[in-house]
């Protein structure tokens, strides 16, 4: 067994086994998570967290692997993380570029990983934030986190990001746009990727026209940036927009959101901590079992039902 | 303003327009939804659930379509809800071939309701389970729940449902079927649809291949039914096996179900009233702003500032 506080030490001390410990641990153990988040935390609050999100066959991960390259050229350190879907039947996330990105990990300013939603698809969104934070107190200046942004619990997860960048490219089916509908709202940045195809101009157009349908008055307008991942074009522009933006973030906004990043976490660990332990009483209890028996039955419905169960709990 | 003693009254008369109301409520107003759902409540489960879920070009608004003449054909009456993904852009749900299933709505026995995912994703599953319940209160013998089919989301809505039915076609993507993947677990009935196109058997293999990798024993087999909705092929042999699915739950594990259904609306319902109740009181408290700042400042991370904050709100 290791013991946390080695852990704590090493991924302080920004030692790279150390942090895919710490990572494994938050993934499989609650518990464990919650003593190693407590200890980095205060370490934490540095690095610049990029949301990366795009449907397969953007061209996403090389886009990655290309903007990791541009980071280090910077003399900036860099981690990643990968949310997947992932098969319950085959057990393992799709690779597919992902081992390209594989050769980055020999250079120990580059930590990649990837995450699994396997079986556990709720706490892959409180996985992925406990991650950045070990990333964030191991001293990484710019962490990424990708998924290929189809439904809600992605939209969930990218929120964790302070940059939320979205990847488009010419050609791609209707349906995977609609289905990101929800994260294109949230986007700081568009990307055309593969813009060398013909049809880029109509997709930045696309994006354009989108975006002029959202008539609120924003501070910050979205660019739209072309890219070709495969040759590197476009990506030190993109990285150059990255960095306006958190300039532009560090003017004021940037408080405001962690303020509000805070609270919604403080309220999920209250409603986390409240339910748990409540509902571990009740079930205890004689009535709940006869009023579960009532809601099968029909005489009273399930709402009705918690109220009277808390009646007694709560004024 | 129209009272909800009135509109219940319609409901459980099978009024079409009161049935139409009563969704409007709840999915606008969750206290309204409350009061109409408990009044309505004792009148639930008599239909039979089904929940259809599959990608996007799978065929499966015809599939329905022809399921419901089917079903009329047979004296049954039909209640449709519709789940769409939408974009917060245009502000509507893809119509596409559903306006030809409109069509069905001048008939009395068959009810037919598209629920928007707007800007509630996360309430779209409650409201769903909402309108199931208005639905089977107004008598109709079987109500279908159609999704995409695509992440976590749409697999709590699909729950709601008896019999899952998941549907493919030759010649769709990969990636969609590996969005799919945690549906594919939960399924009851699969159906491979356009059966007419080449590939059509390669898809029914790479269906049983995926079974037979979930060695699993099971009282129930999963079977693949071939259709072509556009003809109608196919679909009284799928009505069959959704009839024999339904007698196989009714032998025993229908009540198993339904206690666990029951449990996990209770305890639902539970989150939903202690969390709100004791997050509204601790706001109105001044050290909520106070931990707050701590947690901004990085003094102390999220989870151990609720475990201080409720310390002494639960022994």
Redesign the interface.
């Known amino acids: 067994m290791v013991k946390i506080e080695e852990v704590v030490k090493g991924v302080l001390a920004g030692d790279k086994r150390s942090v895919a410990r710490a990572i494994t641990m938050v993934e499989n153990s609650p518990e464990e998570a919650?003593s190693l988040?407590?200890a980095v935390?205060?370490?934490?609050?540095k690095a610049h967290i990029l949301g990366l999100t795009g449907?397969?066959?953007s061209g996403k991960s090389t886009l990655i692997e290309k903007m990791i390259r541009e980071y280090r050229r910077r003399g900036k350190t860099v981690g990643i993380i990968a949310v997947d879907?992932?098969?319950?039947?085959?057990g393992g996330a799709?690779l597919g570029d992902r081992i390209r990105m594989q050769e980055l990990t020999t250079d120990d300013g580059v930590f990649i990983r990837s995450m699994a939603?396997r079986n556990n698809?709720?706490g892959i969104a409180k996985a992925t934030k406990d991650a950045v934070k070990i990333l964030d107190a191991s001293g990484k200046d710019v962490i990424i986190v990708e998924t290929?942004g189809?439904?809600?619990?992605?939209?969930e997860i990218i929120k964790v990001a302070q940059t939320i960048i979205v990847i488009h490219a010419p050609g791609l089916g209707d349906?995977i746009q609609?289905?990101k509908?929800?994260i294109?709202?949230i986007a700081d940045i568009f990307v055309i990727n593969k813009a060398d195809r013909e049809n880029a101009d109509k997709a930045v157009m696309d994006i354009q026209a989108?975006l002029q349908?959202?008539n609120k008055e924003k501070a910050w307008t979205p660019p739209i940036i072309k890219t070709v991942a495969l040759t590197g074009e476009g990506v030190p522009q993109l990285i150059e927009k990255i960095e306006e933006h958190w300039r532009f973030l560090q003017k004021g906004l940037l408080?405001k959101r962690?303020?509000e990043k805070?609270?919604a976490?403080?309220?999920?660990?209250?409603?986390?901590?409240?339910?748990s332990?409540?509902?571990k009483k009740?079930k205890r209890e004689k009535r709940f079992e006869e009023?579960?028996r009532r809601?099968?039955d029909?005489?009273?419905?399930?709402?009705?039902?918690?109220?009277k169960?808390?009646d007694q709990?709560?004024e």
């Open positions: 919650q988040i407590a935390y205060p370490n934490t609050g449907p397969g066959g879907p992932t098969s319950p039947f085959t799709f939603t698809p709720g290929v189809a439904g809600q619990s992605e939209v349906e609609a289905i509908a929800g294109m709202e989108m349908l959202d408080h962690s303020l805070a609270e976490e403080l309220v999920e660990a209250i409603k986390d901590k409240v339910t332990s409540i509902i009740l009023i579960l809601i099968v029909r005489e009273i419905d399930p709402v009705s039902a918690a109220e169960l808390l709990i709560l």
